[in-house]
């Protein structure tokens, strides 16, 4: 069923195609006749070797209408990567378009899998489907793949079940009416771009405008794209937003109504910036996990004002913050962490994933009796309203005091002429860790790194002021928007540290 009542239109303004509801359907029922004439069985598993184009939606409908799971994979994966995926999650049928990867689905055929192509498919057929009906809402519906495509993967599993849990909790929490003409500039094989930003608003009959992922050409001309089409919703990460309002005009309609930002920590002072190129105090901080189905809590928020770390009110889900590692909230209370104290978050929901693919052990790692245990640090305040710190795995113990980057990086990020910015930790002989950060600054000078250092002395405490600091071109992120600190570490370990200040190991 389509939980609106109907689709929305789907648009590709860099094509100009334009699917209405009678062309989708149309189409959704060639491919429905297709996978029958193939035999795909209730259970069967798909890759989907492309994204953000009108076809790819149509795709999930029809493997969904005939009780299979889909898999989307990163088209910009190796043959290696898609053999390593391949190999553990065993689908039946791997389709792609026009620019497939020849020797990667020779491959993937090797082991099996019944290979489709986008474009040899003609089949023609007069009626589609009056609706998406999956045969259960148990049945697995997506396995998102978020690590291990070159070693031991690890795929998250979500039922239709838990998708729809958390499509009526944004439904409670956001409405549709900001969402009538939503933009997706996000890769459309994770949760984020995917579930949320793509398919909430999309099932819901608001319509869906698809243009590929990270482009700076096209961010460079974000503001125009916004007039020639009144979008008025859109998501995105905030490397996404460092990139486009440096480099784009704003949007002059005031047609955008509401912005949501995710996948990666957004600061205040970003946030601010966003507020003004967009021309809208809408632009909510929202807190997603793959393993959540996304966005599980937002600043949802009358009167708020952006703060580093803010993320706000649940949404569809119970948090809580506790002191150890161990039971979750509702085995013992008294782990539980008092306002402000910061903590590791654990939440329930019915958003919850089925579990990982095939892999029992890690599942039992972070689910507890219906309490998910998501690896991040955060503190409610006397509100209520939820605070994010950063990754548990992130955290930087200096002698043993805890140092969260991500708060290092929120103040060094303020000063004016940063571009990027990503702290780390790094083996000290004496403390056991220290403190590194790596910056993306213009004019990209030894002078300005040391106005940087000074700026940083003037806002931190004395401990988290990073020891060793790093003048770089670019910070890599992955398709997510997000930062892999230890990357940048051992990235930053083959360079020489620039001397700035006055920096010793008693700081």
């Known amino acids: 069923m389509v939980l609106g009542g109907r689709l929305g239109n789907l648009i590709e303004p860099l094509t100009g195609r334009h699917w209405n509801v009678e062309t989708i359907r149309e189409r959704w029922h060639r491919r429905v006749t297709l996978y029958q004439t193939q035999g795909l069985r209730q259970g069967d598993r798909v890759f989907v070797h492309f994204g953000n184009t009108c076809e790819f939606f149509v795709e999930i409908l029809a493997i969904w209408h005939l009780g299979g799971c889909v898999a989307p994979i ?6 290696f990567e898609v053999e390593t995926l391949a190999r553990w999650a065993r689908p039946r049928f791997s389709v792609w378009d026009e620019r497939s990867n020849e020797e990667a689905m020779a491959r993937v055929s090797a082991l099996g899998t019944a290979t489709l192509v986008l474009s040899e498919e003609r089949t023609t057929a007069a009626a589609g489907p009056d609706e998406w009906r999956p045969l259960s809402l148990e049945h697995d519906a997506l396995i998102l793949f978020t690590s291990g495509s070159t070693g031991s993967p690890k795929g998250v599993v979500h039922t239709h079940r838990s998708l729809r849990a958390r499509w009526m909790s944004l439904y409670d929490a956001l409405g549709l009416a900001p969402l009538r003409r939503t ?16 398919l909430f608003p999309w099932l819901f009959g608001q319509d869906l405008y698809i243009v590929p992922p990270f482009q700076p050409g096209l961010l460079a001309r974000l503001g125009a794209l916004m007039d020639d089409h009144e979008i008025t919703f859109m998501s995105s990460v905030p490397a996404v937003w460092r990139l486009a309002i440096k480099t784009s005009r704003p949007p002059r309609k005031g047609t955008l109504r509401r912005v949501v930002c995710g996948s990666a920590p957004l600061t205040a002072s970003l946030w601010a910036d966003v507020q003004h190129w967009t021309g809208t105090s809408d632009v909510l901080n929202a807190y997603g996990i793959t393993e959540t189905a996304s966005w599980l809590a937002g600043t949802t928020v009358e009167n708020f004002v952006p703060e580093d770390g ?20 509702s085995v013992d209370s008294s782990e539980i962490c008092g306002v402000g104290d910061p903590g590791r978050i654990w939440v329930k929901t019915a958003a919850l994933m089925r579990g990982y693919l095939d892999r029992d052990d890690l599942t039992r790692d972070v689910v507890s009796s219906g309490w998910f245990a998501t690896g991040d640090i955060g503190y409610m305040d006397h509100r209520g309203l939820l605070y994010l710190r950063g990754r548990e795995r992130e955290e930087i113990n200096k002698g043993g005091v805890k140092i969260h980057p991500n708060d290092i990086d929120a103040i060094v990020e303020r000063f004016p002429g940063i571009i990027d910015t990503c702290s780390f930790g790094y083996d000290d002989p004496l403390y ?8 993306v600054a213009s004019p990209a000078t030894a002078e300005t790194l040391g106005e940087v250092y000074e700026w940083a002395r003037r806002h ?8 060793r600091w790093y003048l770089v071109e670019h910070i890599p992120r992955t398709a997510r928007g997000k930062v892999n600190r230890h990357a940048v570490a051992g990235q930053c370990a083959a360079l020489t540290p620039l001397r700035v200040g006055v920096t010793t190991t008693s700081q």
């Open 460 to 467: 931190l405490a004395g401990h988290q002021i990073p020891a």
């Open 432 to 439: 056991g860790e220290n403190v590194g950060i790596a910056v």
């Open 310 to 329: 803010l993320i706000g009110k649940p949404w569809g889900a119970t948090v809580k913050i506790l002191r150890g590692a161990g039971a979750p909230p």
């Open 74 to 79: 990163d088209p910009r994966s190796t043959p």
């Open 183 to 198: 933009l997706c500039l996000l890769p459309t094989h994770f949760g984020h771009g995917l579930i949320c930003n793509a």
